[in-house]
T-cell receptor
Framework: GAGVSQSPSNKVTEKGKDVELRCDPI?????LYWYRQSLGQGLEFLIY????????KSGLPSDRFSAERTGGSVSTLTIQRTQQEDSAVYLCASSSGGAPETQYFGPGTRLLVL | QKEVEQNSGPLSVPEGAIASLNCTYS??????FFWYRQYSGKSPELIMFIYSNGDKEDGRFTAQLNKASQYVSLLIRDSQPSDSATYLCAVTDSSASKIIFGSGTRLSIRP
């Protein structure tokens, strides 16, 4: 079946603009994660959705970052008033929520803030 | 102290040798442990997971877990140039609600 998809694959924006990044998880997967990966660095956890539970937002770096998941499927990560330090690859992953949780990653969105 | 620590490398190993990648974690309540491989410019892909003490083998890969020492490792036997990548160690937190990643070890297999 189809894997995790993300759009856009690349995004160039100007400092101060808002951006929206989209993630379509694997069908039937109840858990969805957003990560950020800066060049040469590991994955930084941002936010986690599990079913209808309240999301774990503990990784969001500032109040400029928000995410929602509509209908338990598609998720959108929004970054308001982008800054140059927001430039990174934003990765989405989904899992079935079973134990152990194995995550399947999308191809990522490469964000460049000029 | 970082929650999941890995040596950043690069780790250089001759083709055909055994590559040994190590990871330590700080949360004693962690239950599940993962190794991901990430090629340059690509997304991480799961290689193995382990959640019981001891060894788990899958083909050329062996994951080793020692919860008492809070240590997990990945052995790659008969290393191939195609194994050259960054290897990410990941650990669930004690609530099992999220997975914490290490910063990765860059492995280079020299022909």
């Amino acid at each position: 079946g189809a894997g995790v998809s993300q759009s856009p694959s690349n995004k160039v924006t100007e400092k101060g603009k808002d951006v929206e990044l989209r993630c379509d998880p694997i069908s039937g997967h109840t858990a969805l994660y957003w990560y950020r990966q800066s060049l040469g660095q590991g994955l930084e956890f941002l936010i986690y959705f599990q079913g209808n539970s309240a999301p774990d937002k503990s990784g969001l770096p500032s109040d400029r970052f928000s995410a929602e998941r509509t209908g338990g499927s598609v998720s959108t990560l929004t970054i308001q008033r982008t800054q140059q330090e927001d430039s990174a690859v934003y990765l989405c992953a989904s899992s079935s929520g079973g134990a152990p949780e194995t995550q399947y990653f999308g191809p990522g969105t490469r964000l460049l803030v000029l | 102290q970082k929650e999941v620590e890995q040596n950043s490398g690069p780790l250089s190993v001759p083709e055909g040798a055994i590559a040994s990648l190590n990871c330590t974690y700080s949360d004693r309540g962690s239950q599940s442990f993962f190794w991901y491989r990430q090629y340059s410019g690509k997304s991480p892909e799961l290689i193995m997971f382990i959640y019981s003490n001891g060894d788990k083998e899958d083909g050329r890969f062996t994951a080793q877990l020692n919860k008492a020492s809070q240590y997990v490792s990945l052995l790659i036997r008969d290393s191939q140039p195609s194994d050259s990548a960054t290897y990410l160690c990941a650990v669930t937190d004690s609530s099992a609600s999220k997975i914490i990643f290490g910063s990765g070890t860059r492995l280079s297999i020299r022909p």
